[in-house]
């Protein structure tokens, strides 16, 4: 009976914390929020998002910051301006700076930094746009640019075995499931293949090197599997928002699809470390170590400074 009852008080104390975090959130951003600002400018002479331009480092810091600020403003040319298109971001800077009575004069730098933040913004949604359609885009055996870029892959990682025939048990050796490797991309459609050729190709010394421990007797796996459920561990992260910080961090601007691509090549890399260092006892003891790797990238995300880059330098062979 005690060891219920303190169960049940830590779900009580839980419960209460939760409400009362709620309740607090709710009344700082629909009124607190608002007069603190008014308090700030009335001090400073400059507005929230001159405040967070001028006052934090470019990348993930300011980016972050000018993003909440424009999400959660009561003005209605502030919060749309997250969704506007590269074609409009002059006009809505213009609106912005008229909005909030920014005299370039005076703060020269402001309508420069705002919109390398709008930039970002606006980048990483596009992105997942672009990303969401390459997923949805199924492999197809009858396009000609799909089977080379699946031959391709296959000469980037054995370029001195020949492949028999387009359907063979020897697309196991580079770690597909089936003697024919389109049933493997149902999931990521071709972001799983494209990204295994970017990575190959970009940098092929470490892709070896990868399918190689991949190839271990003891601590092997699938290697195209694996890599196909890394790009979906991408795909995740990106959708969820999680890897704002790290494009706002390495890219100084709009992130485009190679971008991604780069995340991933650095998530294999370092899935694959991991996993030998970890010497797990079988491979069905993958989903395990592929949750706890995946926690692992998602604390790593929460440093306002990350950056998941290789610091090896891309290499084909």
Known sequence: MTKQRDVWMNAMKRSSQTMFGSIWGYFYTSFLRYWLKWFIRQVTGKCELQRICAGYKPGAPRT????????????????????????????????????????TQRDPTFKVNLKLCLLQITGYR?????????????????????????????????????????VTKQWGDIGFQGDDPKTD???????GLTNL?????????????????????????SYAIVGINLTEMAYSLLKSGALKPHFYNTVSGRPQLQHLHQLYCYLVYKFDKFWVEEEPESIMEFN??????????????????IALTLTDSPRSN
């Open 197 to 221: 050729v970017f990575f190959s190709e970009n940098y092929t010394e470490q892709a070896r090197q990868v399918l190689s421990h991949a190839n271990h007797p003891k601590l092997g796996y």
């Open 64 to 103: 972050t910051k000018a993003e909440y600020s424009l999400k959660n403003s009561k003005c209605k040319v502030l919060r749309a301006a997250v969704d506007v298109e590269e074609d409009g971001l002059e006009k809505y800077l213009d609106l912005i700076m008229r909005e909030k009575n920014v005299k």
């Open 288 to 305: 395990h170590y592929r949750e706890k790797f995946h926690d692992n990238i998602k604390i790593k995300l929460l440093d306002p400074a």
């Open 126 to 166: 596009n992105l997942f746009t672009s990303v969401e359609e390459l997923r949805k885009e199924t492999f197809d055996s009858d396009k000609v640019q799909h089977e080379e870029m699946l031959l391709k892959l296959w000469d980037l990682l054995m370029p001195e075995v020949k492949l028999e025939s387009r």
């Open 185 to 191: 991309f149902r999931g990521m459609g071709m972001l």
